[in-house]
C-alpha cells in the first residue's frame, strides 16, 4: 500500500490489486477515516455471523472517496487542499484508490476502463460537495 502525503496530512492511498486481494479481512484505513475500506475473501463453508448497524451520529466534515478499478487503467493526479500537485500514481484493474483529502483528477488510460466510485453522502450537489482546480 502508497500512501500520499503532504505536510503531514495523508491524501490519497492506492493498493494494488496484489496487496488488496487475499484470505481472511484486511482493512486498509484507520478507524478515524470517514470512509472505511477493505476486502474480504473466505473459502465456501465460511459463515459470517449476521449483525445490524447502531444508529451512531457522525460529523463528518470531508467527502472521501474509494475507487475500485474493475478494468482498464487511469492516472490519478494527487492535489493538495492548496490545489498544489503533489503526486500522480497509476491504477489498473482490482486496485484500490482511497482518496482522503485534497484534490484529485484522472486520465483514462485504456478503451473500456470501468471504475466503481464510492463515497460518503449525502451529496449536497455540485456547488456545495466541490470544486473545480484550476
Do not use: C
Not at 449483525?51 to 467527502?63: G, K, L, M, P
Not at 475500485?68 to 484500490?96: C, F, H, N, S, W
Amino acid at each position: 500500500m502508497r500512501e500520499i502525503t503532504h505536510e503531514g496530512l495523508v491524501l490519497a492511498r492506492h493498493v494494488p490489486a496484489s496487496e488488496a486481494w487475499g484470505e481472511g479481512l484486511r482493512f486498509f484505513s484507520p478507524d478515524a477515516d470517514f470512509i472505511q475500506a477493505g476486502t474480504w475473501g473466505y473459502p465456501a463453508g465460511k459463515e459470517l455471523l449476521a449483525h445490524s448497524h447502531n444508529e451512531a451520529h457522525r460529523d463528518v466534515a470531508w467527502t472521501q472517496e474509494l475507487l475500485y478499478i474493475r478494468k482498464g487503467r487511469l492516472r490519478a493526479r494527487i492535489y493538495a487542499p492548496t490545489d498544489e500537485l503533489v503526486d500522480t500514481l497509476e491504477a489498473g484493474e482490482g486496485d484500490l484508490l482511497m482518496l482522503l483529502r485534497g484534490g484529485h483528477g484522472y486520465d483514462i488510460l485504456e478503451d473500456g476502463t470501468q471504475v466503481l466510485e464510492v463515497k460518503n453522502g449525502p451529496y449536497l450537489g455540485p456547488d456545495v460537495d466541490r470544486r473545480r482546480l484550476k
